[in-house]
């Protein structure tokens, strides 16, 4: 195990006022390249430079509680600590087996019952809010955001419209899945009338990306970006309080709010408040990968995670239950399940995710199987083949009686649950995510968050949630008409979305179309773009609970496609991010053992991309290819398989079509 190594070195004022006048501090990255400063006079406010250049302008950040007092204004700090820490800790169920967290920090405490802490990294920068009295409080409101010296180009994932059609206010819009394409625009281009969730990217003159996240959110709101209509800056928003609230929405599965209150959080005494982050890419290809937010999460609360078993899920949704040639109806009952369970068990896939459908009442997750489904059978035929029952619950139906839900399954072996429909961020729904995570683990279940907003850190704290939506997957292409671009999408989400975190996309699409040929379709769904893009989706897109969206039918009938779809990992010891540029391609290589995956994906665009394989090492390898067929740009579902030795070579070249893939399987010979 790598030593631990902490040094720390404090700089104290303690009881001291600083001078009268504008005071500035800067908190250099380990490298010298980076910094954030803190400037404390009529204003506190932070300021973002890369290289010496200002790439985040004075911004001011405050709070105001709900007696009037303000954690900012016109303050000084009564005392300021520096210091380095050097050090790395174990991600178990992560792209990596261990991340380094090297940084430089700065703590300036305020007498008005607050602090501010500051941390800088090789590859960004963070701050946050301490609470420093013995007193719960109340948050109105929080100042946060971000002024740029320039009117700058940015990625924006605005909050879905309600219809489609028309723009709805902010409070309204504080209801959402979290799922929508980006939209491409200059800084003052922007949409007043809209929110944008996080994560956001913004990019200077000098091609620099600035990714904007959040991380540690915990019992708190998550924070939306709104361009304030004139200027070059953006300013954060955050979902009140929820006041009264109502069981509806889809199927009375949601929790519906009717009023919020004039406040945004209840904090606890000597709370810490989530870490406003920025990540900085020189580029493109940095941002795949980055540690940020698990390094400013809390660790693990967890002692014991041998139990926790990562892997891939069969799963019927996508699908429709698409099962043919058998000699039963297929839909939800006994013979579809034993079925399916039957295909994960030969494909040594570790779980089968029952969807919607299963319960006899949704609202009642108590009730069991539906009149045509013998859960009680399934179960016993899943444990009998060693393959795991992920259970769909909608949002409600979980959170009313949740330790007995827990209870119940946990003792008639189920090994976790998909939870859906939470679609909000406000104070309430963060604190249930940590509640149905310390829950879930009490009995040993699994938990994958859909319908909800981006991770934030709670995937260390417990390691338990395998996977989270809030992304724009490939249950569109169900219902999305072709004007609807996901081929760029998958070459832009993993740059923005997946720094925060898991994807919950559920890939693997045996019904491919080029362009020109796609249409949506609830039976029989098809993906946008070639066959290989669904192959290098499983291993540019990281995710510990990983889909195979299609239907068993249409997996023994592409054995190759299926035997390499089986064979990638769900977590990783080491990835490299070898190339790519924003919204046009990339490529990534991980490891398990010693095993390399590469894959790659790109644009609308094909191109040639010449892979530098460095990381091999010395010695011979052999690599397993799947790369785009002659004619895969008409029919997406033509591929190649090859397999070359590679010896001493240590550069590829693999040609992609449009909307197209490769995937990679590396073996030492």
Known sequence: MRRIVVVVLFTMLCGLAFAAGEKSFKIPSPDGKIGIILTAGERLAYEVRVDGRTVVAPTP??????????????????????????????????????????????????RQGFAVEFRAYDDGVAYRFVSTTDKPLTVASEEAGARFPGDWKCWVPYVRDCDGTEIVPFGSQFKTSFENLYTVARLSELDPARLAFLPMVVADDHGVKLCFTEADLQAYPGMYFNYPSQGTSLRGIFAPYPKRTHDGGHDNLQNV???????????????????????????DRQLLDNDMVMRLAEPS??????????GLAAWEWWNDWGLHGVDFEAGVNTPTYKHYIDFAARNGIEYLVMDDGWSKDKTDLMSGGSDR?????????????????????????????????CRHYSALGVKGFKVDFMDRDDQQIA??????????AKYGLLLDYHGIYKPAGLQRTYPNVVNFEGVHGLE?????????????????????????????????????????????????????????????EYIVFHAPLSMLCDSPSNYDREPECTAFICGVPTVWDRTVALDGRLGEYAAVARCKGDVWYVGGLTGHEGRTVTLDLGFLGDGDFTAEIFCDGVNAAK??????????????????????APAGGFALRITRE
């Open 635 to 656: 029919y997406g579902h033509d591929y190649q398989r090859v397999i070359r030795a590679l010896g001493s070579e240590r550069t590829l070249e693999i040609t992609m």
């Open 301 to 310: 609360r967890l002692e014991d995670v041998s139990w926790i078993r990562p």
């Open 61 to 110: 950040v405050s709070m105001t509680l709900s007696d009037g007092t303000v954690w900012g204004g016109s303050v000084q700090p009564s005392r300021i600590r520096k210091g380095t820490v050097d050090s790395s800790f174990a991600t178990p169920f992560y792209i990596k087996e261990r991340v380094a967290d090297r940084y430089n920090w700065l703590r300036a405490d305020f």
């Open 476 to 536: 569109q292409m169900k219902w999305s008409e072709e004007s609807v671009d996901q081929v760029t999408y998958d070459v832009t989400m993993p740059f923005i979305r997946m720094t925060a975190g898991p994807v919950d996309y559920t890939q693997g699409a045996m019904l491919n179309a080029a362009k020109g040929h796609f249409f949506p379709r609830r039976s029989e769904p098809m993906s946008q773009g070639t066959r290989c893009r669904q192959l290098a």
């Open 373 to 405: 489904l013998d859960l009680d059978e399934v179960l016993r035929y899943a444990k009998e083949k060693n393959v795991g029952i992920i259970l769909w619950a909608g949002f409600r139906a979980f959170d009313r009686d949740m330790e007995e839900v």
């Open 431 to 440: 604190e249930f995510l940590y509640r149905g995570a310390a829950t879930a």
């Open 257 to 283: 709010v009717d009023e919020y209150d004039d406040f945004i959080a209840k904090a606890a005494p000597r709370a810490t408040f989530p870490w406003r982050t920025v990540l900085i890419a020189r580029e």
